[in-house]
């Protein structure tokens, strides 16, 4: 065997054993984290757009849509990031859910005195945060991408983003939907940054108290711009 078609072969072999071992499972979760996460930026700072009017955020809509034209056809960027984001998505919860259950099976029975340590809080909001967020995912893309929950008959328009948003958020339970899941999505991002810095091995005892006030003002950051698109539209700032 030539050394190119070992090396090919020993590929796979090193991704299957990196998928098995627990650390393996954490890298993964770490890295499809950031790329999730630098998509949820890139969203946040997007929405932020509808300070700046209908025509901005609206043009913006139509953009992501037509950029890399004429090489990519209509929308296909959009297609190969919603691609990316869907297998993150896929693995990041694969891996939690298998993480989870490994956890178990080393301690079926929970330490008495581990009961109010910080971490078993922190695993605790992140399980049941990250169940929230899925299920908010879900309705989100129902709700402002389909426009198929949440609206009157014929009120949401594609590509109409800023009436499709003021119109959505109109309906105040909807709104405070959303805001409660920001908030799990503040917490999520709280404990799931400081992980990932952790387990890329990028927190030493020089670094440990600045890295962690890092992913809480990122984490408040995020809040802080979603949240401020259904309260505006609530308080009737925009509208
Ligand atoms: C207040 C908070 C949010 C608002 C107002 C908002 C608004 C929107 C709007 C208007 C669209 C449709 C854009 C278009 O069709 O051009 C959209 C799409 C989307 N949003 Fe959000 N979003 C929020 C939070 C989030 C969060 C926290 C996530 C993820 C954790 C998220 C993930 C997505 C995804 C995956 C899409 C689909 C993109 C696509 O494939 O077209 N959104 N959002």
């Known amino acids: 065997m030539t050394e190119t078609t070992a090396a090919t072969k020993a590929a796979p072999n090193r991704l299957l054993a990196l998928w098995s071992s627990v650390i393996g499972k954490k ?15 890139a ?12 025509e901005e955020i609206n043009a913006y809509s139509r953009f992501l849509r037509e950029v890399g034209w004429p090489e990519l056809g209509y929308g296909q960027l ?8 869907f297998v993150c998505a896929i693995l990041h919860i694969t891996a939690a859910t298998q993480l989870t259950i490994l956890n178990r099976q080393a301690r079926p029975v929970e330490y008495e005195s581990r009961k109010n340590v910080e971490t078993t809080w922190g695993a605790m909001t992140m399980r049941w945060g990250g169940v929230l967020l899925a299920v908010f995912i879900v309705f989100h893309l129902f709700h402002f991408t ?5 609206f009157q008959p014929g009120q949401f328009e594609h590509l109409m983003v800023y009436q499709n948003v003021v119109a959505g958020f109109q309906v105040w339970p909807i709104s405070l939907f959303y805001i409660i899941a920001m908030g ?16 890329l091995g990028w927190v030493n005892l020089d670094n440990t108290k600045s890295l962690r ?12 711009g979603f949240i401020s698109v259904p309260i505006s539209v609530l308080a009737g700032w925009v509208r």
């Not at 959009?78 to 984001?85: F, K, M, P």
């Not at 389909?146 to 949440?150: A, K, L, P, T």
């Not at 890092?214 to 802080?224: D, E, M, P, T, Y």
Request: hydrophobic share 65%; net charge positive.
């Open 184 to 199: 799990a999505l503040c917490l999520h991002l709280d404990h799931g940054i400081w992980s990932m810095l952790q387990t």
């Open 43 to 54: 969203h946040m700072v997007g929405n932020l757009k509808i300070f700046s009017g209908p």
């Open 27 to 41: 890298v993964i979760m770490a890295v499809t984290g950031a790329v999730l996460i630098l998509f949820v930026l």
């Open 146 to 150: 389909g426009g198929m929950v949440g």
């Open 78 to 85: 959009l297609w190969i990031v919603r691609s990316v984001l």
């Open 213 to 224: 006030g890092v992913s809480r003002v990122v984490a408040l950051i995020i809040f802080a």
